[in-house]
């Protein structure tokens, strides 16, 4: 190899319109701006079918972004691998459905727990409507839904068309001896869906929500959605939860013994919750006198810590990723980022795989977030990242190295243009100190990211222009920076699994069969 290589993910980075909705090029990022100006660049696809998801019209996430960044090949994902297995009825006859199923037919309750979207990041509606129509054919009796409300991966207050969706299905399914309802909810970023344990204080709130039906109480989740935003003005991710009941009576609790599905396929925000329902020496909360259910996931969320132990949909298994490559080759490796991406270049990097491939090769660093909402401390972690890259660049004790900057995509996820305006210039900032270090100790620096946000800040929509706070659908850059040796890339259609390949070949290693194939 030439030299060593350090590849920069600025996270939820891509190309906007330029218009004043794109963060990316309000921003004043002159490092950016001469990286485009002076290297060579293509564009690369980070979303739908390059990443493994059904169709164009998917969004990217991070997940699968890393997945195909640090593997080199594209393989189902999420959405469309749990739609598959709702189409050849593979879902259906897997051991949890059939164990928890039964369980609900012995005269137990069945619950759902999950993001109520189509946003296709962590969760389908369809997938949903799919297992409730399921259960009903099973002559289940009840059946309840326990629902969290997106705003995030889909449009910012479109909360009540999926409910009214939702319980259109379920007023179809219910009779007099069959009760299907929504029980309880509330906004995906207020309770439940907390990641990586920054902050266990959401996922207990949820639990007293979803399991104990403690919170203020509404008739419906409609009611509750409506009376929430006149009184906060918050986003549907915002909402406070809410409990339905009827004449101070709960729909429904989570009992012990009832059986529970937590319906999200995307495994980063559903690791939490999936410990408290299944571990028994659980101690992050006081869960009061559970005793256990039946509880499975959509997917195994974590295979090498069994999180969970039961779930409906086997995941891919991610073989030759870049890491196994390098480590086959000798290459010492580090990686670093902050608690909120910490897992993105880690676990999803590695296919899935939590640990190490070879513990004498690679160093990880996690850097803790601060638990504060990011649009009040839009560098997040960014200057405490490149001081940890700095170091192990002066160092050489390492052949590549790699670091994710969340700003992008976390700060963009508040829908605070300002805000995310500087995330980017501080993102920029990091990534021209990166710059000088490549220079002073001889390294070549690739520059890309898993997909885009702030770069499409607005949307409008017959006619009318609201705040954005989903994942783009843009492409994100690829920038090789090297003044010493001329890189030419190829002309071609890449995506983000075409960054391996690319890798591998600066490094003259050869890449395997399955990869895609190099940019250079």
């Not at 972004?65 to 879902?91: P, R």
């Not at 962590?122 to 099973?138: F, G, P, Y």
């Not at 479109?158 to 179809?172: C, D, I």
């Amino acid at each position: 190899m030439k030299k060593p290589i350090v590849l920069v993910i600025m996270d939820g980075v891509g190309r906007g319109d330029g218009g004043p909705g794109d963060a990316v090029a309000v921003a004043n990022t002159p490092v950016l701006d001469r990286l485009f100006a002076t290297c060579p660049y293509t564009w690369l696809k980070a979303h739908g079918t390059a990443v493994g998801l059904p169709s164009d019209d998917d969004m990217g996430n991070s997940e699968v972004g890393h997945n195909a960044l640090g593997c080199g090949q594209i393989y189902s994902q999420g959405a469309k691998l749990v739609s598959e297995s709702i189409e050849n009825g593979t879902l259906f006859s897997s051991k949890a459905w059939v164990s928890l199923t039964d369980n609900a037919k012995a005269g137990k309750a069945l619950h759902f727990i999950g993001l109520l979207s189509d946003g296709n990041v962590h969760s389908n509606i369809s997938h949903l409507i799919a297992l409730l129509k399921k259960a009903r054919e099973l002559d289940l009796k009840r059946v309840y839904c326990h629902i969290l409300l997106d705003g995030r991966d889909v449009p910012a207050t479109s909360a009540l068309e999926y409910v009214a969706q939702l319980e259109t299905v379920l007023a179809g399914l219910s009779d007099e001896t069959h009760e299907y309802k929504i029980a309880s909810g509330g906004g995906r970023m207020k309770i439940t869906m907390d990641r990586y344990e920054a902050n266990w204080g959401m996922v207990e709130a949820g639990w007293r929500t979803h399991v104990q039906a403690i919170g203020r109480q509404f008739p419906d989740a409609k009611t509750a959605i409506e009376t929430y935003r006149a009184e906060t003005g918050y986003i549907d991710q915002d909402l406070p939860a809410f409990v339905v009941a009827h004449d101070g009576k709960p729909v429904a609790k989570i009992e012990n013994g009832d059986s529970v599905i937590l319906f999200n396929f995307r495994g980063d925000r559903a690791q939490e919750i999936s410990l408290a329902f299944d571990r028994k020496d659980f101690d992050k909360f006081d869960r009061g006198d559970y005793t256990g259910v039946k509880f499975a996931g959509m997917l195994q969320y974590d295979g090498d810590l069994n999180i969970p132990e039961n779930y409906l949909v086997e995941p891919p298994v991610i073989k030759n990723t870049l890491t196994e490559v390098l480590c086959k080759a000798g290459i010492r490796e580090y990686a670093v980022s902050e608690t909120q991406k910490y897992g993105h270049v880690t676990y999803f990097w590695n296919g899935n795989r939590s640990g190490k491939v070879d513990e004498s090769l690679e160093t990880y660093e996690e850097i803790p977030s601060d638990i504060i909402p990011f649009d009040q401390a839009p560098a997040m972690k960014s200057k405490e990242i490149t001081d940890c890259m700095l170091k192990a660049m002066e160092s050489h004790n390492y052949d590549f190295l790699r670091c994710n900057f969340p700003n992008g995509d976390m700060v963009g996820h508040t829908g605070v243009m300002q805000a995310v305006v500087t995330a980017m210039e501080c993102v920029d900032e990091s990534v021209g100190r990166i710059l000088e270090a490549a220079d002073k100790y001889g390294y070549t620096v690739c520059i890309t990211a898993d997909h885009g946000n702030a770069d499409q800040m607005t949307e409008t929509k017959k006619g009318k222009t609201s705040v954005r706070t989903a994942h783009s659908l843009n492409p994100v850059p690829f920038i090789i920076y090297d003044p010493d040796t001329k890189y030419v890339i190829h002309d071609g259609q890449y995506g983000l699994a075409n960054v391996a390949p690319t890798i591998v070949k600066m490094m003259d290693i050869q890449a395997p069969d399955c990869w895609e194939k190099s940019m250079i």
